[in-house]
């Protein structure tokens, strides 16, 4: 399995945290949404004006559940794109502790390009295709 | 003290809990937000269209935590309006067990008019001034 | 498809959304989550008691997002449970607005039996499987 | 008014707002939290242990709302303890943003301290009381 070429810090917050004493399932999904909204920032693909300009929306998350996820770990979720559809972006996520390489969770999701003014999906942009391909070594 | 007129009721979430077993603090707030916007749609003062049409923001709020709030245990939340100042409302709550009148939490906030379309806060609507006075039983 | 034997109603709140102004995609895990312990609660599987006799991990998370949940919709999480394994369950579940039939998403979830004062995984409980069968016709 | 000696920074998540475009306002609690944590670690008084172990429990808190915390801004917690009661502790806090000395929130809250294993309250351990007005430069 390739590497990631994007990884985001998170710092577990006593917020996520459920009575079992990690961190609640749902907050899997916080932490693969921040990373997957660095990663577009990352690669200039939204300027943090309105985010209505983000110009993607999720259709499918899945996530596999390996490890807790403690208070007091260090933790990492490298994000990439593995493939582009023609309106569909596929990408997968891994939750780690980059202290010792642990991996508390996998994920993937499936994202839809959309046009909140028109309210519609739309072809993937040409100049988006461009930067994420290069991003990632994908033929085009 | 006297009761409320209106309470609003809250299904205690897993997802509200922390590793103390019991709603966490931050969730208070959450419950308070939840009654105090059902409040102002019980009064016919926000339709339920746009957010930014709501016209409150939130200025100040306190919370003082008298019990914790369990899994297994309804809830509601008493909100009502204390006092109408020119710009300002002040709003108390009450977070409690209606099967035994336990008061888990009371609180209190000031909230301010705002035009979100002009950026600015705005006196107390003539309207919504009126509503309000007749609802609580306050001297306009 | 067979129609649900169980759902449980859940308030959209306020702190649920997000600048798109529906309901975050994280909160969806969250209502899951709300429902499958209800359903548990529902079969008598756990009493309400120590989460940590709750008796099962999270293993695997997918969901569908078919519609965006409106903070004034109603809302109402069908939950069953399609499959039982030595030591997994599989669960299915499905977020709808009961005013009009519409599905906002569907997901499914494995789940695995987990002594959590043991610190391990354990086969189905006997009683589980039983009371489990039954409710939902499944073949022993 | 002394500035902190502690400061903890917070990451903005995108899910931590709301149809404002902002920061929702019960986030400013968790942003509370999470600096009072870190406080209470960084003084060497919760080893990251048990939970029931950070012996500390909240009685009351105040947020002023100043400015919207926006999703693009560097945010940090100022925290400090300014008084130590017989059983209580006074905490002061503010949100700000380190690029440009904005104040978005001040608050404060009073903590008990707390026996998690005998449940009820306790006073201040003299460990505790030394070790924090060392650090705040307090009169014992």
């Known amino acids: 399995m390739p590497s990631f070429r994007f990884y985001h810090p998170i710092e577990v917050r006593y917020g996520d945290l459920d009575p079992q004493g990690h961190v609640n399932n749902a907050k899997f999904m916080t932490y693969l949404e921040q990373a997957r909204i660095r990663y577009v920032q990352h690669l200039g693909l939204w300027r943090g004006g309105s985010f209505l300009e983000i110009g993607f929306i999720l259709a499918q998350a899945s996530i ?27 990408m997968e996520y891994q939750i780690e502790d980059p202290s010792d390489d642990q991996v508390m969770a996998t994920g993937s999701s499936v994202l839809v390009t959309y046009d909140y003014k028109l309210g519609e999906t739309i072809p993937i942009p040409d100049n988006w295709r461009k930067v994420i391909s290069e991003f990632e070594g994908l033929s085009k």
């Open 64 to 90: 596999t559940f390996r490890a807790p996820i403690l208070f007091t770990q260090p933790v990492r979720v490298g994000a990439r794109i593995t493939h582009l559809g023609n309106k569909s972006v596929h």
